[in-house]
């Protein structure tokens, strides 16, 4: 990559400690508290193919000793040469290989049943997946998901808007196989523009009644 394709990348954090430890506390509270909207915020230079909160967060949790698969819509975009020239990150060709994800919106979402789960001894090998989505509600209306489990106090709800009934249905039959792995599993962000809700692995998810 040349030294002029660098200079247009954007910067990372300003303050590489206090940047990435804020964006790790909104994650850390969004996986705290399921089906809640979490604030992702910095000074970093996104870029424009990117949606802010999954490259924020990705940001900060990635580094030279981790790996990242990205979906076609994603890859090959400054966004990808963003992540790989500010955390060290490997980028691998298969979603398989991958300890991390980034799935854009519009994009196909990998079969979960085929990702890495971890093991029972150490189910915290499992892979975390970022998907984009237009946007979220996290109130009781149709269409919504009903959420239950740790950090959630009595229920929650969510619905990702702008999306095919279909795309949603593929996406909880998928979350209910994931869930039959327990304690193995997949980890799960649903990213906006500004903020995240985090979808942990203990995380129960079905259609609303509402």
Request: proline share 6%.
């Amino acid at each position: 990559m040349s030294a002029m394709n660098l200079a247009t990348l954007g910067a990372g954090f300003s303050d590489l400690a206090r940047g990435s430890q804020a964006v790790f506390r909104s994650v850390l509270s969004a996986f705290s508290y399921p089906g809640t909207c979490v604030k992702v915020a910095s000074d970093a230079e996104v870029p424009d193919t990117a949606r802010s909160a999954s490259a924020l967060v990705l940001l900060a949790l990635l580094d030279a000793e981790t790996s990242l698969w990205l979906s076609p819509g994603l890859a090959g975009t400054s966004a990808a040469h963003w992540l790989r020239f500010h955390t060290g990150c490997t980028v691998v060709d298969s979603p398989e290989q991958a300890q991390f994800m980034w799935v854009a919106h519009l994009d196909e979402l990998p079969d979960l049943a085929q990702l890495c789960t971890g093991t029972d001894i150490s189910p915290e090998l499992s892979v975390t997946c970022l998907i984009d989505v237009p946007a979220l509600s996290t109130v009781a209306q149709d269409l919504a998901w009903e959420l239950t489990g740790p950090g959630i106090q009595d229920k929650a709800y969510l619905t990702i808007e702008a999306v095919m009934p279909s795309s949603r249905a593929r996406f909880l039959q998928q979350q209910h196989a994931r869930q039959a792995l327990f304690p193995r599993g997949v980890d799960i962000v649903l990213a906006t523009s500004h903020g995240i809700v985090g979808l942990p692995r203990t995380t129960q998810i079905s259609p609303s009644g509402v």
